[in-house]
């Protein structure tokens, strides 16, 4: 199979859910601060940027495999065609589209953003990520100081720097607040860094002329733990304050990790200031290192859910098409007939029990992580991150970010075998994509936070932050619509499972906040059946309105009459097949027990 044809965008559902059920076209484009995008430019971009992923961008998918990036006297050589690509990209102009208007870009809201992402990272996931630096340089637009702004945005931007965010170290993995890398105060906001970070997504390459790398380390005295962590600014080489590029800064790829998937993607081991010192710029001149970060690991974590999402709905694509080609056996009702003609697998029952789940998961993976990014949009809208104004929407957001990398993550690991199961033996092949898909994505659910890490967040710290009020207060609405007309009579059955869902959410949620006084080791053992219940729900509650918006526009669009239909058959589907999961998942949080704890280490 050719690579360039690998990739099949949904987008249909993605417009489906951004200008039918979202309605960003009255809700969000064009409002200050974002640009002067309208709807009918907004859709052709993004029909562009699906012709540029397809045609263009998908050729590089699986040269990695063969030709994996090197690494040759501490610099990282990729592939021609990785490099093309990116090349493509940047000409293509894609990289402006959520550029601020004031640095040159769009504008475009977060919602816009993150559906365009979503192509990229179907038709390449390695290639995504060496984006980066354009988020950088908002960051840097958001959080530094005139003069950092002038050292570096002009420069990310037009010759196409790429970035890294750097936090893991060797001995500390996800606990950040053990990181050891120093930082020693210079002058000004210059200050020289030192120690060795790992897993270090695109830390080096030959892709740009120089590479911006945010360092999480510990100024000398600063306390323990993550309050004592600062956030710098480290080039690969020195930028000088007239944005001229000085020497090697002595950051140096020590060693390239060799993975099971996602080869495109430069995971490095780097190390700052072996030897000679490496230098860095103190972000915003302030001590804040952790908040700071977490402006990149919050778009981290989103990215990594659509980028699951976004294999999920290749991979059902893949499926699908095999589905429809492949003839095997007759009709399973005329199976002792010898004479009866052969069908394709698509009429097999199975099949489409397959189908379907991939189908169904996959628009609801789409579904939330969009109905976030619209939440973003009104953070936005209402003065940004940390604004007053914005407090409603953001807490929201907060809460809702867990799920859609924590779940998503995990549910397309499970849904991917699927979408091999359905190309049989041939799915084992490395002549079809989705073996590579199922490799290139089970990171997903291991970095940025692994999925525990995702329960936790959402438990102990969005949750508890406002005791459940913003969790109730989404919910609540879960509860209206399940209350509700929506959809008429024909959804009558799906809103009473919905119903039934959330109820069952709800008495999971009490009877695990009652068990909290024997032991927080409750949450520790709940904690991923909490998450997963609760993303579930939101998922049937945001199927069960897409599809009241489909029946509607049966009526006035008869020609998109299949693809309405389908939208309607996976509510129904999600609905009848995965929201009675609830109540099952309440019962276990109910009979969870702490006996597993007082099992001996030497029995395990």
């Known amino acids: 199979m050719s690579s360039s044809l690998h990739y099949t965008p949904n987008l249909r559902d993605i417009e489906f859910n951004l200008f039918e059920f979202l309605d960003i076209g009255h809700t969000s484009l064009g409002k200050a601060p974002f640009g002067d995008l309208d709807e009918t430019a907004a859709r052709q971009t993004l029909q562009t940027f699906a012709q540029l992923c397809t045609q263009e961008l998908a050729k590089s998918f699986d040269e990695s495999e063969h030709n994996p990036p090197k690494l040759e006297n501490g610099e990282v050589k990729l592939p021609p065609g990785l490099k093309a690509a990116m090349g493509a990209y940047y000409d293509a102009g894609m990289h402006l589209l959520e550029t601020p208007p004031h640095l040159g870009g769009l504008g475009a809201p977060p919602s816009l953003g993150w559906a365009a992402f979503e192509l990229l990272l179907g038709s390449n996931p390695a290639l995504a990520f060496f984006t980066l630096g354009n988020l950088l340089a908002r960051v840097i637009d958001k959080l530094g100081t005139e003069s950092q702004k002038k050292r570096f945005l002009p420069h990310i931007l037009d010759k196409r720097w790429s970035g890294s965010m750097v936090l893991t170290e060797p001995d500390a993995g996800s606990d950040v607040g053990a990181a050891r890398t120093k930082a020693r105060h210079v002058d000004g906001d210059v200050w020289e860094i030192e120690g060795v970070k790992r897993f270090i997504t695109n830390g080096e390459s030959d892709i740009a002329e120089n590479i911006v790398h945010m360092v999480l380390a510990r100024p000398d005295g600063a306390a323990p733990g993550t309050k004592g962590l600062s956030l710098f600014v480290v080039p690969k080489y020195w930028v000088n304050e007239d944005g001229s590029l000085g020497e090697h800064n002595n950051v140096v790829c020590t060693k390239l990790e060799k993975k099971m998937g996602l080869k495109g993607s430069v995971t490095c081991e780097l190390t700052f200031g072996d030897g000679k010192p490496t230098r860095g710029l103190l972000l915003g001149e302030v001590h804040d290192g952790i908040r700071q970060m977490f402006h990149i690991i919050e778009n981290a974590r989103m990215a990594v859910g659509l980028k699951s999402m976004a294999a999920l709905s290749a991979g059902y694509f893949r499926a699908l098409s095999f589905a429809k080609d492949r003839v095997q056996g007759s009709d399973l009702g005329k199976a002792r007939d010898k004479t009866a003609p052969r069908v394709n697998i698509l009429q097999h029952p199975d099949v489409r029990r397959m189908l379907m789940a991939q189908k169904a998961h996959a628009e609801g993976l789409r579904a939330l992580a969009l109905f976030t990014a619209s939440v973003q949009d009104q953070v936005e809208l209402q003065g940004g991150h940390r604004s007053t104004a914005a407090g409603e929407a953001d807490v929201l957001n907060d809460m809702l970010l867990p799920l859609v990398k924590g779940y998503s993550s995990e549910k397309a690991y499970e849904l991917l075998s699927l979408s091999l199961q359905v190309h049989g033996g041939s799915g084992f092949l490395t002549d079809y994509p989705v073996e590579q898909y199922i490799r290139d994505q089970k990171i997903d659910s291991l970095y940025e936070g692994t999925t525990h890490i995702q329960a936790l967040d959402l438990l102990m710290r969005k949750v508890a932050r406002d005791g459940g009020a913003t969790l109730m207060g989404l919910l609540e609405r879960v509860r209206a619509t399940a209350d509700g007309d929506e959809g008429g009579p024909e ?81 129904r589907w999600y609905c009848h097949e995965v929201l009675p999961g609830i109540a099952h998942a309440a019962r276990m949080v109910e009979n969870g027990n702490l006996d597993l704890m007082e099992v001996p280490e030497e029995s395990f």
Do not use: C
Request: glycine fraction near 14%; proline fraction near 1%; hydrophobic fraction near 50%.
């Open 491 to 571: 959804l009558k059955t799906e809103r009473a499972a919905l119903g039934e869902a959330v109820g069952q959410l709800q008495t999971l949620l009490g009877t695990l906040m009652g068990k909290l006084g024997e032991s927080v080791y409750h949450v520790g053992f709940q904690g991923n059946r909490v998450l997963f219940a609760v993303a579930e729900v939101i998922i049937g509650w945001l199927l069960v309105r897409h599809a009241a918006v489909a029946l509607e526009r049966m009526k006035t669009n008869p020609g998109d009459k299949a693809f309405y239909g389908g939208k309607v058959a996976s509510a």
